[in-house]
């Protein structure tokens, strides 16, 4: 038996969500009670409009319904900030669907949750980080930097050298990039930086920029003050809680531009100011932020301001992926398996030469993230104290097995270019780093390897 209209619409109306549907026109075909108690709005007002017509403050890009009908993508669990017609803010967390009927896109659903329980939770830890403020007596005990330089295993010259410019940048005040792949341990080195510097006894607070919507973030940022929005209270932000500590902003670049410009004037003179108050604060504060693209990439596509790209580049450090330093998957290997020995009450004391081989000739898209799961499953299915190939995740070995009917012959260019980054990665070795002297050894000028450098290690 099919359902008609009037069951589904009995369904979806008896849901405690809030639910928006368009075509893929842009126009709303159905939109229940809870979505129009959620945006301040009645049935009628949105019923048959253009979405872009009732919620002027979106735009294209960032209506994620609009989004879902222009890729025929889903979107999950994606944070979404709004004003309705009547100019009222509105926030939601959104999973997103298209809707294909015998393989064309008609339309989108839109499931919206209200996040202000989300809300609740940030301003609850913001304050219990503000009253352990006020009675610890001892700053190192809110130290959230848990990792060392000497935490981050690896024989490879070129991430040397960058643990190495770590060090001496650690000695300094001054605002540090760091930028790499997803999972290759970005937070681990920003970690290590503040452990090896003077404000090692100092707060570090990590803030994820790309999870939390826009409003929330920048008064979990900057603080807030009573009667500045409905709700709002006495409260510290980031900036105020972390004087005299480090403040990691990681993905940065998913930081609307507008709340960039506030950060800048932070970064440049040191004052903030809370929501809606006219008085500002001195912080001393280091600031460290993190992306996974090249700057200029974001620069290009723009996720950053050119100003904040230049006062952020003063000194920046790439983090290698894991693909351009296999002579580090041992070594790592190792490690993970002397850490789920210890987890998971095993003693695994050997790893069969196909099984090293085989991660050893991966192209790790989730670096060292996905090395450690990896581990992690053939720990979990090993039976003695040997790993073998086949403990390895079936995604894993379906992939191997894919790329062992493929040609093995090596594109003449990518070939070229690895040898020279590994000559170019031994000379600096030699060397120490000295990129003069590594030119002089290559017998190039220093120009040339900087280029080089810059092209090979991007």
């Known amino acids: 038996m099919l359902m008609s209209d009037e069951m589904v619409k009995a369904i979806l109306g008896s849901i405690d969500e809030a639910i928006h549907v368009i075509n893929n026109e842009g126009v709303t075909i159905y939109y229940n009670e809870m979505a129009a108690k ?4 009645t049935i009628d007002e949105v019923l048959g409009k253009h979405l872009l017509d009732v919620f002027p403050s979106l735009t294209e890009k960032s209506s994620t319904l609009l989004n879902v009908i222009k890729t ?16 009222v803010q509105i926030d939601t967390i959104n999973t997103t669907l298209p809707i294909i009927v015998n393989d064309n896109l008609v339309g989108a659903i839109e499931i919206a949750k209200d996040y202000s329980q989300l809300k609740h939770l940030s301003n609850k830890l913001l304050d219990l980080q503000q009253k352990s403020n006020k009675k610890t007596k001892k700053p190192n005990e809110m130290n959230g930097a848990q990792y060392t330089m000497n ?22 005040s001054s605002t540090v990039l760091v930028f790499g792949e ?23 607070i990590a803030q994820n920029c790309a999870a939390i919507p826009e409003s929330l973030l920048e008064s979990i940022l900057f603080g807030t003050v009573k009667g500045s929005y409905t709700g709002a209270i006495d409260r510290a932000g980031l900036f105020e809680l972390a004087h005299g500590g480090t403040l990691f902003l990681d993905e940065m670049n998913s930081m609307p531009l507008e709340l960039q410009a506030r950060l800048l004037r932070v970064l440049e003179d040191g ?11 001195k ?42 330093r296999k002579e580090d998957i041992p070594i790592l290997i190792e490690h993970f398996i002397n850490k789920f020995n210890l987890d998971f009450n095993k003693k695994v004391t050997n790893t069969d030469d196909e099984f090293i081989n085989r991660l ?12 450690k799961h990896i581990v992690e499953h053939a720990m979990n299915m090993v039976e003695g104290k040997t790993l073998l190939p086949e403990y390895l995740p079936p995604h894993f070995l ?25 000559v170019i990665s031994n000379a600096l070795r030699i060397t120490d780093g000295n990129v003069m002297r590594a030119s002089k050894l290559l017998q190039i000028p220093r120009q040339t390897l900087q280029y080089k450098m810059n092209k090979l290690f991007k």
């Open 151 to 172: 935490d981050i295993l690896t024989v490879n010259p070129e991430f040397k050298l960058v643990l190495k410019q770590a060090r001496n940048v650690a000695q300094t």
């Open 182 to 204: 997803t999972g290759t341990g970005k937070e681990l080195l920003v970690q290590s930086i503040h452990n090896f510097s003077s404000r090692s006894h100092g707060s570090f």
């Open 72 to 87: 025929s993508q889903p979107i999950y669990q994606l944070p979404q900030s709004y004003k309705n017609i009547r100019g």
């Open 271 to 281: 004052m903030v100011r809370r929501i809606g108050s006219t008085k500002v604060f």
């Open 283 to 324: 912080v001393d504060v280091r600031v460290i932020v993190a992306m996974n693209k090249h700057p200029e990439e974001c620069l290009r596509d723009g996720e950053i301001r050119a100003d904040l790209f230049y006062r952020l580049n003063v000194f920046s450090l790439q983090i290698p992926p894991l693909k351009s």
């Open 360 to 371: 050893v000739t991966y192209h790790w898209p989730g670096n060292v993230r996905e090395l």
């Open 38 to 41: 959620h945006d301040g709005l």
């Open 398 to 422: 379906q992939h191997q097995s894919t790329l062992i009917h493929e040609p093995s012959i090596q594109p003449l260019k990518q070939l070229l270019e690895e040898t020279e980054r590994k």
